[in-house]
């Protein structure tokens, strides 16, 4: 067992689905989602395994895989999870194979389609396996590129603009990236891109690290919603098909939120130190921020789009206390904030798919309509607003707790941030879900035991988290022996 | 039984049954009412047990859930006076309440589901009764406000009920944030989230805590924050009349032993706290005497039965908080008990007169002969009295402990206020007995409520069940909470036992005097203006338009918060709105539009005219010449 590359494997579960896809004739459509959705299985199945496997007692990087891939450049692929990104891995997994299994109705160049969401999910993979600073920015690109066609084509809503606007503003964060990490490779000897080693080499001074610190948290932080860098996220959501918002919402930001983690503050934890208060500072502002313009939307997924600018927010103000209950809050938010968005995308699609509106003053009473199908709608809903009894209820708490112990004023503001997401949410579930029936979709189907398989994975998961956290907490703590 | 099974028992039970009840048997009704019902059943029979043969000592069930670095988190139920009293109240209450919404809910076509959410409601409760951690407590309180907007917000359709619902959850959540905070600073000082812990630390017996004085006063003002949103004192009392928009077993529920009574208790938890925090005991004073007098001024303008009953909670509660800022924490847990009862009859029976009359409001049920009701007639009788504080009924002994509690100096003019607070509590009840059971012509005298002050009624529900109007699921519950609102104001010495008060003052005739004087001053006003025959069945306060205006619209602050607060939010909402579509969205635009002239500025240089080229070639090749020429 300990021979075999679970890691790798878990990489070419995406990559074989997008080769077999491209093999397939496009006409075969069953075929494709099969392929896929038996790829998320697998990937399923083998982040269960890598989190079984996975060493608690020894902690630090496990399952090492490393070979040369550019010598000459001192590039390597260097794979290996710790506790944080086994957390992540399954993340990912969970939310690739519930993601086909909602696409599962598409008819519009769905070979297409496939070939690049799963291109998507090898490079978020990729992302969080790799320890070597170049392969993961290579990765990084991988998985932010096909944002941009599987918005254009198969997106709604003003679907050229959002997808050219997130596209120009991740390469805008690229840009301030890119020049970060080679100021990284430079300083620290040009000799290697691990990040551990770069990390260890104490070749960082402390005024580099000032310097360069924002470079890499800005960079990073536009993919995840950071204010005021974030406008690209909510128009990208609308826009994106369902699938595609709920890998975009669910994992891609923490993409984001975990570059920061594993490079930012890892290799420059001064630079991290001196800026930290400011960030601080601009995450309370999102959250905050965010709450009250979800309170003045209409579409269902503007408010989710706003709501997620506001609950990435308590991500970062977690990375941002520096203290391991803030990161491991922070850790467990991105985790739990996936889940739960990727439930909101997959309810709403379900909901668009058969009424093609979503515009929530058009709605009313749907509890009566489609019961079942909404109930999973107000689980994310409790979910967002914290309710105990939810995985985000416990990410929460620890980044509150941490955040009142560092920041005591940002702490209370973002904790009062709790009353307006629970006035949002309230909105949208007073108006739409309850309230007096509109007949006009009396005709509403419910899900059926098909369509709530995907539905039903998230709620799981987000019960279960919520009722046993250490299940997750003893994994992301366990990563803490080895940073 | 062993004890620990018994209270294991109790809490799992209700969460059993939420669950069979709304998951597994949701097209059932009949089975998920029944399974909802036995959980109940067994939850009360575990917490009697408890209660009459618990442990003496105070004693912990719990178990190691997960540690948080090092920090441990327990699950567990603590079993001590405080909580086996308050247990089995709940239990009580509760099981009166499933067994009348038999009836009451009977052609509900949402009836499983409703069982289902009280079976939440009372495991929710419960847990939050037995929590032996701070978290836990935390945890459970937030559960109770979920479970309360699910039910409150029952009748979804309603966009009246729907709004209630909101309203509660938000005014309740904002309390919230304080309590929040409050509890990480007390985790912060004392280091343990343990509630015996930290009883022990603030043991009024024992050592003065070793922690800064303003910090335990801050802490304990934080939680303060909490109580006065959960037990809707002024300001956030607001919630608490609209939550009437559920169905009426739910304001019984709610209103009486639960929900409301969740703030009382968490100030009796941390009694000790309280009293090494002087400031905010006082403060905490000033805002339950304010309290109680307010809501009883709007209890006697309402016509609607309902809010008549909502109002008195308030005004109740923040009884129950004179007595334990004052330092007494037999008193407010004394009259926490007896009002549960008297409070849960009350409502019952304004849900028997509702169901039959469908309409709430009091004088077309009086004159429609709400009085042939006998059973629900003797339960409003001995409810009404009870709460006006009649000797010997329930609400008489307790009230008596909180006005005895107030004394020294300083107490004077809160006792005052208390005391009028009582003679406007008997004036009301006996108001609305009157209006109820001794209707006459005058009453139309009392001119219709305004449009602001009235409310939609449980219509719609299918009130149209006019067989029997008292089936035995009613008569046997209100009779239960009968004897109860008889009995209970004599287990002072027993509840005091418990709650390990060795010494209970029981007060002299002389000491009682003033209580029973204005008690019987309020019953003698009310039958004066409302129960004598030709009485002209207004209130004196109708002398007064303008103070009727004002009571009847709750002294306008319902207005004020939607002209401030709301408008506040919502102008806030409108300009992030407007910085993120004017500001963000369309800077980005101009970036991108700027990005792309200058791209179609420069493009128009190469227009394939060889002239052009040529001649730029020309002036780059000067520029560079002069250039280099001066640098040389």
């Known amino acids: ?483 | 039984m062993n004890p620990d099974t018994l209270a294991l028992a109790s809490v799992v039970a209700p969460l059993v049954g939420f669950f069979l009840g709304l998951v597994v048997f949701r097209k059932h009704h009949a089975v998920a009412m029944g399974v909802v019902l036995m959980s109940g059943a067994v939850s009360l029979v575990s917490t009697a047990l408890l209660l009459f043969g618990g442990p003496a000592e105070p004693h912990v069930v719990g178990a190691r859930w997960f540690t948080i670095g090092d920090v441990a988190i327990d699950f567990g139920l603590l079993l001590d006076g405080r909580t086996r009293i308050m247990g089995a109240v709940v239990a009580l209450i509760t099981m009166c309440i499933q067994v009348y919404s038999l009836g009451y809910m009977k052609h509900d076509p949402g009836r499983g589901r409703f069982f289902a959410f009280l079976a939440l409601f009372e495991w929710a409760m419960l847990t939050f009764v037995f929590a032996a951690n701070l978290l836990q407590t935390f945890i459970f309180w937030e559960l109770v406000g979920l479970a309360s907007f699910f039910l409150i917000g029952f009748w979804y359709q309603k966009p009246s009920a729907v709004a209630a619902a909101k309203k509660a959850f938000l005014m309740t959540r904002i309390g919230d944030v304080g309590l929040f905070v409050g509890l990480i600073f007390l985790f912060q000082s004392t280091g343990t989230l343990d509630i015996q812990s930290i009883g022990a630390i603030f043991d009024p017996e024992g050592l003065p805590p070793a922690i800064a004085p303003d910090r335990i006063e801050w802490i304990a003002a934080l939680l303060f924050i909490g109580v006065i949103g959960k037990s809707a004192q002024f300001p956030l009392h607001t919630w608490l009349p609209d939550a009437m928009e559920g169905p009426t077993p739910v304001s019984a529920l709610l209103h009486s032993a639960t929900m409301v009574a969740a703030g009382v208790f968490l100030v009796a938890r941390f009694h000790g706290l309280f009293l090494d925090a002087p400031t905010t005991a006082q403060i905490m004073l000033a805002v339950a005497t304010f309290t109680a007098l307010l809501a009883s001024t709007m209890a006697m303008v309402a016509k609607d039965m309902k809010r008549v009953l909502a109002f008195s909670s308030i005004s109740q509660l923040g009884f129950m908080l004179i007595g334990l800022a004052a330092g007494s924490l037999f008193a407010g847990f004394f009259h926490l008990t007896t009002h549960a009862f008297f409070k849960a009859l009350l409502f019952l029976c304004a849900g028997a007169y509702i169901h039959h009359y469908g309409t709430n409001d009091m004088i077309a049920m009086g004159r429609a002969g709400a009085r042939s009701m006998r059973i629900t007639t003797i339960g409003l009788v001995v409810g009404g009295a009870a709460l006006a504080g009649i000797p010997p009924l329930a609400g008489f002994f307790s009230k008596e402990q909180i006005l005895g509690a107030l004394h020294g100096p300083g107490a004077t003019v809160f006792k005052v206020a208390a005391l009028a607070a009582a003679f406007l509590t008997a004036y009301y009840s006996f108001r609305m007995i009157f209006l109820l059971t001794r209707p006459n012509d005058a009453s139309a005298a009392e001119p219709d409520e305004p449009a602001y002050a009235q409310h939609a009624g449980d219509s719609g529900h299918g009130s149209d069940d006019h067989g029997d109007a008292e089936p035995w699921v009613f008569r046997f519950p209100i009779l239960l909470l009968v004897v109860g609102s008889v009995g209970a104001g004599f287990l002072g010495d027993r509840i005091g036992a418990l709650l390990g008060i060795e010494h209970i003052h029981h007060p002299t005739f002389v000491e009682m005097a003033p209580a029973i004087a204005v008690a019987l001053a309020g019953v003698v006003l009310a039958w004066l203006e409302f129960g004598r025959s030709g009485a002209r069945q207004a209130g004196f306060v109708s002398r007064m338009p303008a103070l009727r205006t004002f009571f009847e619209r709750r002294w306008y602050i319902d207005e004020i918060y939607e002209r401030v607060f709301v408008r506040a939010a919502v102008a806030i909402a409108k300009l992030c709105y407007g910085t993120e579509r004017d500001g963000f969205d369309a800077g980005a635009d101009m970036v991108a539009d700027g990005t792309a002239r200058v791209g179609a500025t420069v493009a128009r240089g190469h227009n394939g005219r060889l002239q052009w080229y040529v001649g730029g070639a020309i002036v780059v090749t000067a520029a560079l010449a002069f250039y280099l020429g001066r640098l040389s």
């Not at chain 1, 991500?315 to 439930?343: E, R, S, Y």
């Not at chain 1, 995308?345 to 058009?362: C, E, K, M, P, W």
Request: aromatic content about 14%; some cysteine.
């Open chain 1, 1 to 483: 067992m300990s021979d075999f590359p679970i890691l790798t494997a878990t990489l070419l579960c995406p990559a074989i689905a997008v080769f077999l896809t491209l093999l397939i004739p496009g006409r075969h459509e069953k075929a494709i989602k099969s392929v896929n959705a038996l790829a998320g299985l697998a990937a399923v199945v083998l982040a269960m395994i890598a989190w079984a496997a996975y060493d608690r007692a020894v902690g630090g990087f496990q399952m090492m895989e490393d070979v040369a891939w550019l010598p000459a450049l001192g590039i390597r692929y260097t794979v290996a999870i710790d506790g944080v990104t086994v957390v992540l891995n399954m993340l990912n997994a969970i939310v690739f194979f519930t993601g086909v299994l909602s696409m599962w109705k598409l008819e519009k160049r769905v070979k297409e389609y496939f070939a690049f969401m799963s291109t998507l999910v090898f490079g978020v993979f990729g992302v969080f396996f790799s320890l070597d600073a170049f392969a993961f920015f290579f990765f990084y690109e991988v998985a932010v590129l096909p944002m941009y066609p599987l918005i254009a084509v198969w997106g709604s809503t003003r679907k050229e603009y959002s997808a050219m606007k997130l596209t120009l503003f991740l390469m805008a964060g690229s840009a301030l990236l890119f020049p970060g990490l080679i100021a990284l490779f430079v300083a620290s000897g040009g000799e290697t891109w691990n990040i551990l080693e770069m990390a260890r080499s104490g070749a960082f001074s402390r005024d580099f690290q000032i310097f360069v610190y924002p470079f890499l948290y800005v960079g990073f932080g536009v993919l995840a919603g950071m204010f005021p860098f974030h406008g690209w996220s909510p128009t990208g959501h609308v826009a994106a098909p369902t699938a595609v918002s709920m890998l975009h919402a669910g994992v891609l930001m923490k993409l984001g939120a975990f570059g920061i983690l594993r490079i930012a503050i890892e290799c420059l934890p001064e630079g991290a130190a001196y800026w930290a208060p400011t960030f601080a500072v601009l995450a309370t502002c999102g959250i905050v921020y965010g709450a009250f313009v979800a309170m003045r939307q209409t579409d269902f997924k503007y408010v989710i789009g706003f709501s997620s600018v506001s609950h990435m927010g308590i991500v970062l103000l977690g990375l941002n206390t520096l203290t391991v209950a803030g990161t491991d809050g922070a850790v467990f938010q991105m985790f739990a904030h996936g889940i739960m968005t990727a439930l909101f995308f997959s309810a709403v699609g379900f909901l668009y798919d058969q009424t093609h509106d979503r515009d929530i003053r058009n709605f009313g009473g749907l509890v009566s309509q489609a019961p079942v199908a909404v109930s999973m709608f107000i689980v994310a809903g409790l979910c967002g607003m914290g309710v105990p009894g939810f995985a985000s209820f416990w990410a929460e708490l620890l980044v509150f707790v941490a955040a009142v112990r560092e920041y005591p004023l940002l702490g209370i503001l973002a904790i009062a941030g709790l009353v307006f997401t629970a006035a949002y949410m309230l909105r949208v579930l007073g108006t739409a879900i309850y309230g007096p029936v509109n007949p006009k979709w009396n005709h509403l189907k419910d899900v059926d035991a098909w369509s709530v398989t995907p539905r039903a994975i998230l709620v799981a998961v987000l019960v279960l988290f919520g009722f046993f956290p250490n299940l997750i907490l003893d994994m992301i703590r366990s990563a803490a022996g080895g940073m």
